[in-house]
């Protein structure tokens, strides 16, 4: 389809593992997010790209937390030595503009596990 | 730190009854977007709303976006059991989205 995918869609991780979470938007979608959502909450935000250009990160909880989206178009989330508090589910979304007021395409969202 | 409150955390009511769920803010936002969430899905947008005193209607669905653009709320008629779901207001600025807690709502039968 034409949608945001995301995978993988589910991971389980040792803790102190590192982990790669890959989103693909919609083509064309200048603007990604990502968020991390705990059970029965609402979406947290993590990071924006306005094409690969990194421009707000102020959500990432720790340093052990790297986005990066080298091309414009797939992102990649990537948590070093993975611990439990970081359980959770890591959803992404794109929109055809710039910036928050547009309409966001989220992805199915993946869901880790930290053990 | 802008932050946006909802209530009720919880709701369940049976069907055909009417609902109404608030979002509410210290700070204005440049848009305010209502979305649906289904477990083991991402969110869908219903709504986004810009203008304050706002009103836009969506079948059985009506959105309020507050004059001073720091609240909103979300009524819906005879709800239906295909409403059950996480309802999430975001509030939109350049380079960012809040999302509120969410109003999880069970319609039942």
């Known amino acids: 389809g034409a949608g945001v995918s995301q995978s993988p869609r589910y991971k389980v991780a040792k803790r102190g593992q590192d982990v790669a979470l890959r989103c693909d938007p919609i083509s064309g979608h200048v603007s990604l997010f990502w968020y991390q959502q705990a059970l029965g909450q609402g979406p947290e935000f993590l990071t924006y790209?306005?094409?690969?250009?990194?421009?707000?990160k102020s959500g990432l909880p720790s340093d052990r937390f790297f986005a990066e989206r080298p091309e414009g178009s797939v992102s990649t989330l990537k948590i070093q030595r993975t611990q439990q508090e970081d359980s959770a589910v890591y959803l992404c979304?794109?929109?055809?503009?710039?910036?928050?007021?547009?309409?966001?395409?989220f992805g199915p969202g993946t869901r880790l596990t930290v053990l | 730190t802008q932050l946006l409150e909802q209530s009720p955390q919880f709701l369940s009511i049976q069907e055909g009854e009417n609902l109404t769920v608030y979002c509410n803010s210290s700070?204005?936002?440049?848009?305010l977007q209502w979305y649906r969430q289904e477990p083991g899905e991402g969110p869908v947008l219903l709504v986004t709303?810009?203008?304050?005193?706002e009103v836009k209607k969506l079948k059985r669905l009506t959105f309020q976006f507050g004059d001073a653009r720091k609240d909103s709320s979300l009524h819906i008629t005879a709800a239906q059991p295909g409403d059950t779901g996480l309802y999430l207001c975001?509030?939109?600025?350049?380079?960012?989205?809040?999302f509120g807690p969410g109003t999880s709502l069970s319609v039942i039968p």
């Open positions: 979304a794109s929109s055809q503009g710039r910036g928050g007021y547009n309409e966001q395409f």
């Open positions: 975001a509030g939109g600025n350049y380079d960012k989205v809040i």
């Open positions: 700070s204005v936002f440049s848009s």
């Open positions: 709303v810009v203008t304050g005193g």
């Open positions: 790209f306005q094409n690969e250009a990194q421009l707000d």
